[in-house]
């Protein structure tokens, strides 16, 4: 069946380092996506992933292993603004999206 | 501005009555997905549209039913409502299958009382 599993919360520093996980068991997979979400707003695009290893995009960073079905967000020099959810989102086949119920970051002073 | 519209941008509604929900993509997108946010559930995948044809079902009732139009615009049909419909109704859009990202619009919060 299809399953997406990330921690429900966590609690960083400002100017820390965080590592959000995700864990995925799904068929047809065609590649995973990372949201971020603020309190009652719309979901926007961080990173995607579809083959194996580390994409870096500026203070993020997401990484996938398709074999372990496992993705990471890392999130450097954390900001007060960097607290939100952090959806997890796995594409199967062309049309279908698989959403993790989102983990919420708490960056603190 | 994702420059995907959605209206309204609340409703408040009564169980047993019906909503439209409506949307319109980024300019250029012909991928539509709708999606419904509860508070305990996360993002649930509903319907996708492309270019007017259904391509994909997710967890959607009986009761709800979605179209995507010639110009493109779509419309999530609510009806029978039942309390526990009351969640954020989202709407992306991308422009084709591939895997650009989504992009979503502001949602739509439906309260059913």
């Known amino acids: 069946g299809q399953n997406i599993d990330q921690p429900t919360e966590m609690t960083a520093t400002e100017g820390a380092i965080v590592q959000i996980n995700c864990t995925y068991q799904?068929?047809?997979?065609?590649?995973l996506f990372w949201y971020q979400q603020h309190a009652g707003e719309a979901p926007t695009f961080l990173s995607y992933?579809?083959?194996?290893g580390l994409e870096e995009k500026g203070r993020f960073s997401s990484f996938l292993s398709r074999s372990k079905g496992y993705s990471y967000l890392l999130l450097k020099e954390l900001q007060m603004k960097d607290s939100a959810s952090y959806l997890c989102a796995v594409k199967e086949g062309t049309y279908k999206y698989i959403f993790g119920t989102g983990t919420r970051l708490k960056v603190l002073a | 501005d994702s420059g995907v519209t959605q209206t309204p941008k609340h409703l408040i509604t009564a169980t047993g009555q019906r909503v439209t929900l409506r949307c319109s993509p980024r300019s250029g997108d012909l991928s539509v997905y709708w999606y419904q946010q509860s508070l305990d559930q996360g993002l649930q995948f509903l319907i996708h549209y492309y270019n007017g044809e259904e391509r994909a079902k997710g967890n959607i009732l009986e009761r709800f039913s979605a179209q995507q139009f010639p110009d493109l615009h779509s419309e999530l049909n609510l009806s029978s409502l039942e309390l526990g419909d009351s969640a954020l109704y989202f709407c992306?859009?991308?422009?084709?299958?591939?895997?650009?990202?989504?992009?979503f619009g502001d949602g739509t919060r439906l309260s059913i009382l």
């Open positions: 992306a859009s991308s422009p084709d299958g591939s895997n650009q990202p989504q992009h």
């Open positions: 992933n579809v083959l194996d």
């Open positions: 799904t068929s047809g997979f065609n590649g």
